[in-house]
């Protein structure tokens, strides 16, 4: 399973982005999907996680900014960030899980950097 990221960027506080990740290859069991984050000098920490059925789960600092959605007929995996703030900047990586041995997958991560 191969992912590939897009949708980061530089963006003001306040402001909106939206991030996408297309899951290719062997893609045809994924059970669930994810967003992490790291910040400098952070570990990494789940932002979100969505099971096939579309049902999101949040982290507390995200919750009722940032909306995780998916499109399964095309292995995609969306968060629409909004009213960002600095201490979203990091670098965003999507995971997903494969199979019934629960395979993960990272994709490569990209960057949102959040402006004051």
């Known amino acids: 399973v191969q992912l590939q990221a897009s949708g980061g960027g530089l963006v003001q506080a306040g402001g909106s982005l939206i991030l996408s990740c297309r899951a290719s290859?062997?893609?045809?069991?994924?059970?669930?999907m994810g967003w992490y984050r790291q910040a400098p000098g952070k570990q990494r920490e789940l932002v979100a996680s969505?099971?096939?059925?579309?049902?999101?789960d949040y982290a507390d600092s995200v919750k009722g900014r940032f909306t995780c959605s998916r499109d399964n007929a095309k292995n995609t995996i969306y968060l629409q960030m909004d009213s960002l703030k600095p201490e979203d900047t990091a670098v965003y990586y999507c995971?997903?899980?494969?199979?019934?041995?629960?395979?993960?997958?990272w994709g490569p991560g990209t960057q949102v950097t959040v402006s004051s």
């Open positions: 995971r997903v899980t494969v199979g019934l041995a629960g395979f993960l997958y």
């Open positions: 290859g062997s893609a045809a069991s994924i059970n669930s």
């Open positions: 969505i099971d096939k059925s579309g049902r999101a």
